[in-house]
């Protein structure tokens, strides 16, 4: 194409925290096509979080092919920040003229501008995923990259409403989709936040999915939490997180989200590569264990789960206590 496109549509990832990690390309494009309106399409569990990125020129809530379709229409180019076939497939159906994405999941010959997949990340962030395949693609990208968000007011009063009143809260996010491996048990969590917050006259507040009730259950006994799990949407879960002194979390889309609002994020990190999708942002650490098997990237762990079980609360509460302190490497 070489005419500017007047309209883009960015079909934007499925999983909150690729959502958050992808916001440095979607603002590369934004700077590159300045004048273009600029759109993200996207599924009901990530659509309500580009309602807080500003310079969007709208939000497309769709589930189904069918509706993914119809949403699509329009557009002179489609971004896929998504690698799977079905979504370049929507894209096609759709009559989109100009596909731009990663040749993943066999859906080459659906792009119209498609990027070879990195063969390797180089130990570095997921964010530069995103922008590599912009790069390889033709589009200009630039600065630092910029995966903030920036909460609504609105939000922040539901959050307020829902916190109850008080002004000092630790955050404790328990879940991780993904898998059991990837959880911090739940009573470390308490150890670690309880400490923080007897030492801050904070109170503690856990957030999550109905998924994570046990574990919310578990923090308002051993630590007298505030169980928000399973009661917020994800407008009102932002808010909360912007509230937050501390968040303490699994490697998880809360943490990405609250590392975006700069809320200051301490995540313990097992299976997973903690160099491509620790939270971006200069007011996070992370907490691991130095096993000699991590990252290995399994859902459920098939030894002893050593990476998490050696974890000491103590460990990731001085973690913590160095982040807010502002020392730098933070890390432990
Ligand atoms: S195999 Fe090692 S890194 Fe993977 S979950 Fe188990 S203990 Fe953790």
Redesign the pocket.
Known sequence: MNAEPKTIGVRAPNWLGDAVLSLPALRDLRAAFPAARLEVVARPAVAPLYGAVPALDGIREVKGLRAEVAALRGFDVGVLFTNSLGTALAMRLAGVRERWGYARDGRGLLLTRAARRPAATGGRSQVFYYRAMLEQIGVATSGAPDASLTCPEAWRTSARALLGGGEHFVGVAPGAAYGG?KRWPAARFAAAAGLLARERGARVVVVGTAAERPAGALLARECGALDLCGRTSLPELVGVLAELDLLLTNDSGPMHVAAALGTPVVATF??TDWRETAPFGGRTAIAREP?E????R?RE????????ERLEPARVAETARALLRGESGGRA
């Open positions: 491996a097992g299976p096993v098997c991590a990252p290995c399994f762990c098939p030894i002893d789960h050593r990476c998490m």
